[in-house]
């Protein structure tokens, strides 16, 4: 089992940047990629970045060029580095970690809000 905990949302005005964090804890070694997602009010979920257990990573077009994903594993914590934030980058944000096991499992936060207003 993995737990995942958001932190880092907020009120953030028209280009500007927010960090997001996601502490994880529990069996960390069996992750093997973690993401971001979002869900915007009235829209469908939304895979925004992925890096992989070898660091590769991966974004949406919507987002690529502004935010960045990365994770410090001596902290076991996965970041999401936004800037030039937009009104349509209003949403709640999740992280996942995808778990190697017999089967695999996916671990979810349980969301972070970012409101992008001026």
């Known amino acids: 089992q993995v737990q995942l905990v958001e932190s880092g949302g907020g009120l953030v005005q028209p280009g500007g940047s927010l960090r997001l964090s996601c502490a994880a804890s529990g069996s960390i070694a069996r992750i093997y990629a973690m993401d971001w997602y979002r869900r915007a009010p009235g829209k469908q979920r939304e895979l925004v970045a992925t890096i992989t257990s070898g660091g590769v990573t991966n974004y949406a077009d919507s987002v690529k060029g502004r935010f960045t994903i990365s994770r410090d594993n001596a902290k076991s914590t996965l970041y999401l580095q936004m800037n030039s934030l937009s009104f349509e980058d209003t949403a709640v944000y999740y992280c996942?970690?995808?778990?190697?096991?017999?089967?695999?499992?996916?671990?979810w936060g349980q969301g972070t809000q970012v409101t992008v207003s001026s």
């Open positions: 996942t970690a995808h778990v190697a096991g017999d089967p695999d499992v996916d671990s």
